[in-house]
């Protein structure tokens, strides 16, 4: 198998900055790429954190003008992440988010900020730095979407390309005024280019002009494809159908192993439970939650957003009551939930616990400690949390959407007679659909053999990249240019 480079463009990558799965994904996908015969390099915006982690970094290339500011590219290798970071100060290096300040407002040059990642990919993608030229350059989200309408546009010979849509509802889209200080001919502001309703959309350039679209799951390439679920873009998204692909996620399987995992209170496997009592009692500790080792004890990390459902939970929490069962919610977002899910915990104590903000060593105590782990989502491109938490041994509790969909088998009764659900799914995303699959669970969780199977399954379950990386390996080399 001959060696391929791909550029990857990506505004996060896990451990230098996260704000959700999209980081995971970016940090992750490469090293598995690796077992395929593909190099990949991952091109970052050189915020505080980043440039912080560079112990010692080579210049390879210099702009003394790069949408009105200076910068370089630096090449770096990080713990086994190999890197060109675009080190732009007046940009990235910033108080506060990837893409918002302190105070939680968007940064009003993002259009700026990420057309100058994009552009950068697309000069990499085009020879820039002769040390790693690649064949295909792969970008993430709307943050990286212009990268195919530079190499579009340039006329030159260029790379394949590549989008993958991690999720639809985030677009960037910018006003018209902000076309004439992205660089583009003005043939690019047209249906056929970077014109959005009116106005540039950086995810819409990318779908309109990447020779491959691909997302997170099977169930999400169909449903951006309706009305309903396409947010605007289905019509695009339709034309481009036999472009499209969805592979689902994988996770990191070292980071994620409750054998070796520093960060939970005890050890286990499948061949010896004792260890996630432990982080259970643990995890109860932590919480405020009472200690009652059979309390049916629902854990929830995440994001507080209209995507991820959890409202539908509020309206849920008699039947916690009425099934002993108890939740250890950490999460951040959204401030009318914080509020909502603190009051709960004042009206529930020792049965709702909650711990507002990312904190990544928490999430591994709630995967390893709790019996279920909850992910009611109004949609889900994909979802992570689900795969460690079969990982973990706790079932996930799953809409029956996107990638949830899935990847999660539930547990009905043919399921269970031939011994193969990993955990219960519900749908339609609702109250009271949600507070039936608890009750369901509650009751699953207290026929032991059964609870056990199913968490014994969800452990075996391959979450690994990887299948999904031989799938974009494929992809890639389908695309080559020129061929390797
Ligand atoms: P999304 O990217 O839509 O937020 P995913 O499930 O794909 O959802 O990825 C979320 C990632 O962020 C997972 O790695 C999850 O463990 C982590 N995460 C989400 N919320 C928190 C939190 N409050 N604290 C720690 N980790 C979190
Ligand atoms: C997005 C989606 C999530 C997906 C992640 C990584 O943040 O909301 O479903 O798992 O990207 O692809």
């Known amino acids: 198998m001959k060696s391929l480079n791909v550029l990857s463009v990506t505004s996060e990558?896990?451990?230098?900055?996260?704000?959700?799965?999209?980081?995971?994904?970016?940090?992750?996908?490469?090293?598995?790429?690796?077992?395929?015969?593909v190099a990949v390099r991952s091109l970052v915006p050189g915020y505080r954190p980043v440039m912080a982690a560079l112990k010692k970094a080579e210049e390879v290339a210099k702009f003394d003008d790069l949408f009105g500011a200076p910068a370089k590219i630096l090449a770096a290798k990080v713990g086994a992440l190999n890197l060109f970071v675009l080190d732009s100060p007046s940009f990235y290096m910033r108080e506060g988010g990837p893409y918002a300040g302190a105070d939680g407002k968007d940064f009003g040059d993002n259009a700026l900020r990420f057309a100058a990642l994009?552009?950068?990919?697309?000069?990499?993608?085009?020879?820039?730095?002769?040390?790693?030229?690649?064949?295909?350059?792969h970008a993430h989200d709307w943050q990286a979407g212009l990268t195919a309408a530079y190499l579009h546009y340039s006329g030159g010979p260029r790379p394949g390309s590549v989008i993958t849509v991690h999720n639809l509802a985030f677009q960037g889209q910018f006003s018209a005024a902000t076309f004439g200080a992205l660089g583009l001919p003005p043939q690019a502001f047209s249906i056929e280019g970077v014109e959005y309703y009116g106005g540039v959309g950086f995810l819409k350039a990318g779908l309109q002009l990447s020779d491959r679209i691909t997302t997170v799951s099977p169930t999400y390439a169909q449903e951006i494809q309706t009305t309903h679920a396409g947010m605007g873009l289905d019509g695009l998204l339709r034309t481009r159908a036999?472009?499209?692909?969805?592979?689902?996620?994988?996770?990191?399987?070292?980071?994620?192993?409750?054998?070796?995992?520093?960060?939970?209170?005890?050890?286990?496997?499948?061949k010896s439970f004792a260890g996630r009592a432990v982080n259970k009692k643990a995890l109860q500790e932590r919480f405020g939650l009472d200690h009652n080792e059979n309390a049916f004890l629902v854990g929830v990390v995440s994001r507080l957003s209209w995507q991820?459902?959890?409202?539908?939970?509020?309206?849920?929490?008699?039947?916690?009551?009425?099934?002993?069962?108890?939740?250890?919610?950490?999460?951040?977002?959204?401030?009318?939930?914080?509020?909502?899910?603190?009051?709960?915990?004042?009206?529930?104590?020792?049965?709702?616990?909650?711990?507002?903000?990312?904190?990544?060593?928490?999430?591994?105590?709630?995967?390893?400690?709790?019996?279920?782990?909850?992910?009611?989502?109004?949609f889900e491109p994909c979802g992570l949390t689900q795969l460690c938490a079969l990982r973990y041994g706790a079932a996930p509790i799953v809409a029956r959407v996107g990638g949830l969909a899935d990847t999660i088998i539930d547990a009905n009764e043919m399921a269970l007679q031939a011994g193969c659900g990993t955990g219960l799914q519900f749908s339609p995303a609702t109250s009271e659909a949600l507070s039936g699959a608890l009750r369901r669970g509650a009751d699953l969780f207290r026929q032991k053999k059964l609870w056990k199977k199913l968490?014994?399954?969800?452990?075996?379950?391959?979450?690994?990249?990887?299948?999904?990386?031989?799938?974009?390996?494929?992809?890639?080399?389908?695309?080559?240019h020129p061929a390797p």
């Not at 459902?309 to 009425?322: H, K, N, S, V, Y």
């Not at 014994?456 to 990386?469: E, F, I, L, R």
């Open 13 to 37: 990558i896990f451990p230098l900055i996260k704000t959700g799965g999209l980081a995971d994904v970016a940090g992750a996908l490469p090293l598995a790429l690796e077992a395929e015969g």
């Open 118 to 137: 994009a552009k950068v990919g697309a000069l990499i993608g085009q020879g820039l730095v002769p040390a790693f030229v690649p064949q295909v350059v």
């Open 242 to 270: 036999s472009d499209l692909t969805g592979i689902l996620n994988g996770i990191d399987t070292h980071v994620w192993n409750p054998e070796t995992d520093p960060l939970i209170a005890a050890h286990y496997s499948t």
């Open 308 to 378: 991820k459902g959890l409202d539908l939970l509020l309206g849920c929490l008699p039947i916690l009551e009425a099934c002993d069962a108890q939740l250890a919610l950490l999460a951040s977002g959204d401030p009318g939930l914080e509020a909502a899910f603190k009051e709960a915990s004042q009206t529930h104590p020792g049965r709702v616990g909650v711990y507002f903000g990312y904190e990544e060593k928490l999430a591994h105590l709630v995967q390893a400690g709790a019996d279920a782990i909850l992910v009611p989502s109004r």
């Open 455 to 480: 968490q014994t399954n969800g452990m075996k379950t391959d979450v690994s990249w990887t299948h999904p990386a031989k799938h974009y390996a494929e992809i890639f080399r389908a695309l080559a």
